[in-house]
């Protein structure tokens, strides 16, 4: 009798123990790649979610200021913009600058893509001339803007924003 219980209480062999612990390490290796997808996924979304609303902030306030401008300048190529502002602008006066540098989109309190006063509002910019100035006869200078915007290394997740905004204080030529 005693035989009898010591045999069907026989456990399992190493060979089987070995073959479960194998599958189960393929089902973790495959779960834990696609957690790492996921994770990798939900930053790439956050990081473009972020930019581009770093990008329309950045061109609420280059639309404010421009359509208040007396007058816009092209720097360096397209590089960049100077806007001379006139005393009746409340939020700002005298000369700023709206400059790509070096990748990044920036606003100097000055007449060229220097100065120490400075606010950076999107990097990765991938644009190095996004600015351009149409004056047609009769109407009032635009100001063309088109950022190129690419948070990752695949150009598959690059985005562009364009702009036209009408220098309403300007001379029409």
Same mark, same amino acid.
């Given at each position: 009798m005693k035989e009898r219980l010591l045999r069907e209480e026989s456990g399992?062999?190493? /060979?089987?123990?070995? /073959?479960?612990?194998?599958?189960?390490?393929?089902?973790?290796v495959?779960?834990? +790649?696609?957690?790492?997808?996921?994770t990798r996924a939900s930053s790439d979304a956050q990081a473009r979610m972020s930019s581009q609303q770093n990008v329309r902030l950045a061109f609420d306030r280059l639309e404010f200021e421009a359509r208040c401008a007396t007058s816009a300048t092209i720097l360096g190529g397209g590089q960049g913009v100077k806007l001379t502002l006139p005393s009746q602008c409340s939020h700002a006066t005298g000369t700023v600058s709206w400059c790509v540098t070096s990748g990044v989109f920036t606003r100097? /309190?000055?007449? @060229?893509?220097?100065?120490? @006063?400075?606010?950076?509002? /999107?990097?990765?910019? #991938?644009s190095t001339a996004p600015f351009s100035l149409v004056t047609a006869?009769? %109407?009032?200078?635009?100001?063309?803007?088109?950022? #190129?915007? %690419?948070?990752?290394?695949?150009?598959? %997740?690059?985005?562009?924003?364009? %702009?036209?905004?009408?220098?309403? +204080?300007?001379?029409?030529s």
């Open positions: 399992f062999t190493l /060979v089987e123990l070995l /073959v479960v612990c194998i599958l189960l390490g393929l089902v973790m495959g779960l834990s +790649n696609i957690l790492v997808s996921g100097y /309190v000055s007449a @060229s893509c220097a100065g120490a @006063s400075t606010i950076k509002y /999107v990097s990765s910019i #991938t006869t009769g %109407d009032l200078p635009r100001l063309q803007l088109a950022l #190129t915007v %690419d948070t990752t290394s695949s150009a598959s %997740d690059a985005f562009t924003l364009t %702009d036209a905004i009408a220098l309403r +204080n300007a001379t029409p």
